[in-house]
């Protein structure tokens, strides 16, 4: 509030315990890795970056360390939805945890002062209101900050001037692996496809090294709203990459598994591949409900030089 001097922002680290370790939420109900109090996706970078300009920092990012939790500051349960956490993990029984992270920041300048710059300045922004930046950039920063040059209010708030919009997904379920190949050679990997909101679409899929679930990893997705509306279109169709048998061991059914990439309509690209296992029958559009390509003139043809 207005009359406020200090306050404190909260945080929360979630992980889900995936194949002997701990790992980023996969599950569609889950929250993202890093989140608020309801699940939603918020960053360190985030939280960082949207506090007003009349607040500064106290200190750095702190992990709440209390009777409820361990000395790491986590606490256990069977699911995120649950009531109950736990210090200690029992490892039948708790399949997810979490720990909440804090930052106090207080008022720079003193309460009268900015009352008079606000009356002094005129055609000044009402609240909600924000100065635009031509274009928002992203970067990972270590293993947990997403960056941005606006809050993530203000990017929200102005999506509807963009013309094509661009987010993110960090949540995975499995689509594709060489754990089930007939005669799979040495190199081993998995293809994961990212679990999206009804306005969101992507431009292929993640793949990490043997079984990997994508840890702390982001894939960069399309969203309806933006001020073009033909700034991605679906695929005409796919063409086969590659494919093989596999065995479908809970059912012991053979079928086949392939990676494919989009073929795009005339003035669109393809960004990326997906890939697919089917007991039968070839792949349609209907298999990768999901997949878009993007308007040609959204597309920066960036040269390289050495590895």
């Known amino acids: 509030s207005d009359t406020e001097v200090e306050t404190t922002d909260y945080l929360y680290e979630n992980q889900r315990w995936f194949m002997h370790r701990w790992a980023s939420p996969y599950l569609p109900k889950d929250p993202t890795h890093w989140s608020d109090v309801n699940g939603n996706f918020k960053t360190q970078g985030m939280v960082n970056k949207s506090i007003p300009n009349d607040w500064e920092w106290t200190k750095d990012w702190q992990i709440d360390v209390n009777q409820h939790t361990n000395k790491n500051g986590w606490a256990y349960a069977p699911e995120f939805g ?34 008079n710059a606000v009356q002094s300045v005129k055609g000044a922004p009402t609240p909600g209101q924000f100065a635009m930046s031509p274009r928002m950039s992203m970067s990972m920063a270590g293993d947990e900050e997403v960056q941005t040059t606006e809050s993530l209010a203000d990017v929200e708030e102005s999506s509807e001037m963009k013309p094509l919009l661009v987010s993110y997904c960090n949540r995975f379920e499995i689509a594709w692996s060489t754990a089930n190949v007939i005669e799979a050679s040495g190199y081993q990997c998995s293809v994961w496809k990212p679990v999206l909101a009804d306005d969101e679409y992507c431009l292929g899929y993640l793949v990490t090294p043997e079984r990997n679930f994508p840890v702390n990893t982001f894939l960069v997705t399309v969203k309806e709203g933006g001020l073009d509306k033909d700034a991605f ?14 065995m479908e061991s809970s059912a012991k059914v053979d079928g086949f598994g392939g990676f494919y990439k989009p073929k795009p309509p005339q003035g669109y690209v393809s960004l990326g591949d997906v890939a697919i296992f089917k007991k039968s029958g070839s792949v349609s559009l209907d298999d990768f409900p999901k997949v878009v390509c993007i308007k040609a003139e959204y597309i920066e043809v960036v040269m390289r030089s050495g590895f």
């Open 82 to 115: 649950g009531i109950i956490w736990h210090p200690k993990r029992s490892h039948l029984l708790h399949q997810v945890r979490r720990r909440k992270w804090y930052r106090t920041r207080v008022r720079s300048k003193p309460l009268s002062s900015l009352k």
């Open 233 to 246: 279109a679906r695929p005409i169709g796919f063409e086969m990459k590659w494919s093989t048998k596999f």
